[in-house]
């Protein structure tokens, strides 16, 4: 090797070296580094703070629409007039449309875009499923695209996405009034799925309706994403304008309508008794009472009218319309009082969903309606719905479709009515994320599902106390968050593109923000943040960044840590107690000292030369290099001699009186040393449990990692002697690994289940509690 080789060798080695340094020190650092880089710069529409800028504007459509179900050919027909308000500064020389129903289209983008795969074994009903969504025909029919006065517009379909070409420019704060006339083919749910479609109920011919993406909508334009017309692929839901709505719904004559808003003409579609009915109910606070019977319900089901007629609803500000109809239809509804304001609740359902939806289904409505509004926004709107709809959970403003049915016989399982009331309190709850707290579902899941499954799970605690939550609690996220990571994206991840959907944008962010509100910030910071942030974007359109930074700016919490790790990451969490050392304070004392280390001596393992040797030597020695030997072998190095006090004493004349105390404390400190293993930083807790029985918990925030982010000791100054220590010992932060959270290790067997080879797949917990309850 020449000098100048050996000289490069060591630049480069110097350079790695540096490298490597830096790369520690990034890494560390990065865990606590603030957001700026993620979150889009604040503007005057968006502050940093979190909240509407001074110029936050929003755009605005209204809808007149009148609509015709044929039942016979299960058909829409439709005609609406969009009346478009631009509150922007930007002049727009078109809009753009939504046409949700071309998802269904044949060769549509997302049929084209679903994977699938063959395998050599596939149900019937599998197959059918496939067949019937490839040959349905669905899809907006549109007939007309005209100004209000019937003149043709110039437009262009893409996909979902319709751009109405302008032959004048919208400037700010003008309107444009446009008229559609168009038809599509209903879905037939059962057979090829969707949020909206029919339900038919083939021995008797009848159908439950649950319609919705029913006309063309408008799509959001803003400074976040101008138009937003991502195309609609099926799973990132809906972005959407608020506006006021006018619908005339036109059905058979004995079917009973559900709908977003107010009915308007009750006195044409209802008769005298149902009308007294539903003004009972109106000052009825304690019970539902029942407006349409289930024995009304019979008859018009048996009887099947030819005639028709027209529901008219109207709803302000809201961001949809949704609506149902059967002639199945039951309907029972109650009086809710939301800070002095009386909300209607409305349950609509048909016999099959009996008897637990005349027992839950309006009950679930209003406490869902009292607690979502105590941990937001009271519930402005007048009424609040709820449809049975066998398999799906689906929302749309004032009024979603829930599942819950009961078996033919009536019987259910708990199983069945506690999902039932999940659905239902969940879907009442996105009234208020997204139909409220308006965010965009196209782009971001968590933002509707997240926190609407976070305060499903608060709901659910106070409708009945242990109640069976499925998401909220940190350890029902510890599979979904220890397992694969080629099948985990971060929560920030766009609605089209996320793995593991359920746990991604429902239980995960639930979970976090549980996390957020029992450990991080305390209940009070947390739900003084978490309404602020409702009551801000309440009737707007908030982005991630928007309540990232409110969730900080109210409550004086640096959170960008949490954000990164939970929200921009797929790590997860385990801590671990690598090792604990304990020491205690060295007296000097040698009649202290002296004592103790004889014993710790005496203790010691002693090496195996020195036992042989000692045997050895007692067989071959004489008499006289015996006593020689004893001499030595009686000399204790441990003894205290005079000289050794009188050392002490002068030491203990250097010595103030606080020191003195330090010295003869008898304090206990251990040194600790934790590992993190998972990645997301998060508080360490410890539960130490003293020789004579009592504990003490200590919460130590996740700055404890800011320097570094893998491993960190700590010293803890503890009068008792500890016996044992916990980590995280009340389950908060969903570690994945418990083993390594207890010293001294837990030895405890696991117990490991012997089976022969072709025995048959075990059934879950849930199948064979039932199993063993049919069996009794
Ligand atoms: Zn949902």
Partial sequence: MTSIESKIKLIILLICSIYLINAQ?????SKFKQLHEELPTPNVYRTASGAPGHEYYQQKADYEISVELDEKNHTIKGNEIITYTNNSPDILKYLWVQLDQNVRAKNSHAQLTTTNSMNDKISFGNLKRMHDKMNFDGGFKLEQVTTINGKKLSYKINETMMRINLSKPLKQGQSFSFKIKYSYNINDRMKIGGRSGYEYFEEEENAIYTIAQFFPRMAVYNEVEGWQNKQFLGRGEFSLPFGDYKVSITVPE???????????????????????RWEKAKNNYNEPVIIVTQEEAEKNEKEKSQKKKTWIFEAENVRDFGWASSRKFIWDAMAVDISGKRVMAYSYYPKEGNPLWEQYSTRVVAHSLKTYSKYTIDYIYPQATSVHAKWIGMEYPMICFNFGRPETDGTYSERTKYRMIGVIIHEIGHNFFPMIVNSDERQWTWMDEGLCSFVQYLTEQEFERNFPSRRGPPTKII??????????????????????????????????????????????????????????????????????????????VDLDWFWRGWFYTNDHVDISIDEVNWFKVNTGNPDTENPIAKKKQEKSDTYIGNTRNKSSISKTITEKDKQAIDFYTTYDPFSTNILDREDYNNYLKNLNTEEKELLNSNTNYYEIQFSNIGGLVMPIILEFEFIDGTTELMRIPSEIWKQNSKKIKKIFILENEVVNIKLDPFLETADVDMNNNYWPPRNEPTRFQLFKQNEIKKENPMQRHLRSKKNK
């Fill in 254 to 276: 004995d079917h009973i309508v559900a709908a977003t808003g107010e009915l308007k003409n009750s006195s044409a579609v209802l008769n005298k008794k149902q009308i007294k």
């Fill in 479 to 556: 599979d979904y968050m220890k397992g694969d990571k080629s099948g985990i994206v971060p929560i920030m991840t766009n609605s089209e593109s996320i793995l593991q959907f359920g746990n991604n944008a429902y239980g995960k962010p639930a979970t976090a923000l549980n996390i957020l509100r029992e450990t991080i910030m305390g209940r009070e910071l947390f739900d003084y943040a978490f309404k602020t942030y409702s009551e801000r974007w309440a009737f707007k359109h908030p982005t991630p960044a928007d309540f990232f930074r409110t969730m900080e700016d109210a409550s004086a």
């Fill in 25 to 29: 020190e990034n890494l560390n650092n």
